[in-house]
């Protein structure tokens, strides 16, 4: 007899083998196990875990149609809040969010909420279910800046609503943060992102790829010249942060996005691309949060000796603590409560090793977090010839720069209503990393939905006058 208390648990690779190819940590639930971890579901009246999702999905809804082996239904009941079910099964923070507010996790594990819907999605396009196509179309045409969660979302929210909608993509691909960002081996490309997108294309949804907002087109001519009634702009954040260092111009110091982007999109991890990446023997990763751990991880797997340096504790890091798990399984060196003061390099200008310091935690600083404060003369040089900074990314300013009326804050991001997307510009919208910085994909995904309803509610009033 199963223990109601605990989930089902989740089969994944051996560490050992993981740590040496690119394939996907875990391996999902199988149909019966869906069906046994979905009877852990108390489907509670007032459900918290509802409340625990930015985008509202009927959490006990598809849960019960799963327990009753229901599952194109329990895709349907997805489908009408999210546009990225496997994605978001697999990289959503779900401990903070729904599965944190689960009432069965009160006395025992909560349901195991992510991996059910990862399970519906998989099966889904294991079946070739396919979204619902609008019926009429309204007439209006509306531009998409972006083809990450937050554009993905806004689009098909919009598309269903029966708008004419265009997404412009930057890159020769589109996905966004989904592609270029997340590792093949926490979120596969051909076999889910890929799918997920074709699903919004589906529903009406043109997506134009190489074309840089701000360079090819402007806003301003999106709105004035190319018969666009509304603009959403969803274009994140990829410009990366450093610390500001010495050294770090040398050889062999990577942003993550540029490391990450590199093996992620042009597939520098395959011997068949010629994208080739510099790997080396002992790489440092400064920072703690997610880009962080798939950082390491990567270069883990490229064959590295790999360390993690936070300023930090553990009990500080932002990574979630199933990414922290799965590097520490996989062999990855934490160095917390060391800060790096300067990268060394040696005369044909590429990295030789890293000054740090030790670190111990003071007073509560802005962020609620204990303020790391050096400890004297605790100095030290770490053996490292890679240094990767994982430290944060902020907006790109081109499109800012390069549109009349769109206000930003100090930190260069869009400013921008919570509720609704609406910026300082008539018939503009904006939402995810490019009015909040780097965030989660599902938060981005909550944006995107706000702007679809913010422009819905626009473009009817103005359909009234």
Not at 373 to 397: C, K, Q, R
């Amino acid at each position: 007899m199963m223990n109601m208390l605990k989930k089902v648990p989740v089969r994944e690779q051996d560490p050992k083998v993981r740590a040496t190819n690119f394939e996907e940590v875990c391996l999902g639930y199988s149909k019966e196990e869906a069906m046994e971890e979905a009877s852990r579901c108390l489907n509670c009246k007032n459900a918290k875990c509802m409340g625990g999702c930015p985008v509202s999905i009927d959490i006990p809804g598809f849960i019960k149609e799963v327990e009753a082996e229901n599952f194109e239904t329990a895709a349907r009941i997805i489908a009408r809040s999210s546009a990225l079910p496997a994605v978001c099964g697999r990289v959503c923070p779900q401990e903070s969010q729904c599965e944190g507010q689960c009432v069965r996790g009160i006395k025992g594990e909560p349901v195991s909420i992510g991996k059910l819907e990862r399970f519906v999605a998989d099966w889904s396009r294991e079946n070739g279910i396919v979204p619902e196509v609008p019926e009429n179309m309204n007439g209006k045409k509306v531009a998409v800046i972006g083809s990450g969660p937050s554009g993905l979302t806004c689009a098909g929210d919009l598309a269903k609503m029966g708008y004419e909608v265009t997404i412009f993509e930057a890159l020769h691909e589109p996905g966004g943060v989904l592609l270029y960002g997340i590792p093949e081996f926490r979120l596969p490309k051909e076999s889910v992102v890929k799918p997920e997108i074709e699903n919004v294309k589906k529903l009406g949804v043109k997506i134009e790829t190489n074309v840089i907002i701000g360079k090819s087109a402007t806003i301003d001519e999106l709105l004035d010249e190319e018969g666009f009634d509304a603009v959403f702009i969803g274009s994140g954040a990829g410009l990366p942060m450093f610390m500001g260092i010495p050294g770090e111009n040398a050889n062999g110091v990577f942003s993550a996005n540029e490391y990450l982007t590199r093996s992620n999109l042009m597939k520098a991890f395959r011997d068949d691309y010629d994208t080739p990446i510099v790997v080396g023997k002992k790489v440092a990763v400064v920072g703690g949060g997610n880009v962080a751990m798939d950082a390491a991880r990567t270069a883990l797997r490229l064959g590295a000796d790999v360390h993690i340096v936070y300023r930090r504790s553990e009990a500080e890091l932002p990574a979630r603590a199933e990414e922290v798990h799965h590097a520490k399984e996989e062999g990855i060196i934490f160095d917390l409560l060391v800060n790096p003061t300067e990268i060394l390099v040696n005369s044909d200008g590429w990295v030789k090793g890293m000054r740090c310091i030790r670190m111990e935690l003071g007073e509560p600083d802005a962020s609620g977090r204990r303020r790391p404060v050096p400890v004297e003369g605790s100095e030290f040089v770490m053996d490292v010839d890679t240094v990767i900074m994982a430290l944060g990314t902020s907006p790109n300013p081109l499109i800012s720069s390069t549109t009349k009326g769109l206000e930003v804050n100090r930190r260069k991001c869009i400013v921008a209503d919570e509720l609704n997307g609406k910026t300082s510009k008539k018939g503009v919208y904006a939402g995810g990393d490019a009015v909040t910085g780097a965030a989660t994909v599902i938060l981005a995904m909550e944006a995107g939905r706000a702007g679809a309803r913010g422009i819905h509610e626009y473009l009817t009033e103005t359909i009234r006058e």
